[in-house]
């Protein structure tokens, strides 16, 4: 891989100030979202909430700890119905939408927003130190992902936060670049510092406009515009899913055995939906699993 290539690959960087006030993470998310897209046979509208809640889990991931992964479900009535995000801390997303050909008819004034429509937005994280899963859920502000991950962020962990995702679509309709950036204040930071970040992110240029000319360091100049910023870490993050035919039978083992044996047809074919790959079982595997789960239960 050429140094250019490499250096424009989806990676995420973060960073803090050197006061301590702001943690600062940066992400190009484009191939993972072209990958999303190819996986789901997504329209374009679901391209993009997709594309910005899969942005969106890796940012907030970036503050875990090690195997510690994040969620991210947005649930609604509008067209699209709910949109679901999960990363960890190590670069790997995966998501899907539930109805992934949904389109808005943008003639009659409708906005991005209105692919999920009223409802809310809840944020799962799976801890080292938490049995269950520690959860919070606020109402949808717009739908867009980007202010209602801000509202949550507010409301939920009372972190004031700028948020800006981008995906860039061109004029064939194929994703040219994808991106975002989070901005979190810690305490200690003045109104002053939050206004100047603030400015930085309304004023700059688009991410997906930013990438598309240079690298993600240039995203983070830009949006520390007036603080001295050190770097923590930087990693790639890709499109990544853990899903295997093995998982699938250990889940087909917890079924009754007289379900599986009840299945008509030589084949089971069972599709994961975080990244829609199949996986075929033949009837003789089913017959297996029933027997071994009948065993078990004798």
Sequence with gaps: MKKSEFLRRDRLLRAIDKNGHFRISVIKTTEIVRTAREKHGLSLLTSV?????LTAAL?????LKGEERIQLRM???GPVGAVTAEATSNG???GYVSRPQAELDFRELS???DGIGVGVLTVSKSLYNRARPVSGT???VRGNVNEDLAHYLLQSEQIPSAVSLDVTVDKKGGISEAGGVLVQAMPGASGEEIARLEDNIRNMPTI???LGDGYLEEVLSQVSKGLEVKELMRYPTDFFCRCSKDRFRRSLALLDPDELLAMEGETE???CHHCSKRYIFSRQELDAIAQKAKIRQN
Excluded: C, D, P, T
């Design 269 to 271: 074919e069972l599709v």
């Design 75 to 77: 649930e609604g009535n």
């Design 92 to 94: 790997e997303v995966r």
């Design 138 to 140: 606020v109402a949808l």
């Design 111 to 113: 906005s991005l927003g």
């Design 208 to 210: 997906g406009l930013q």
């Design 59 to 63: 940012l907030l991931a970036s503050n």
């Design 49 to 53: 909430l997709l594309g910005r809640a």
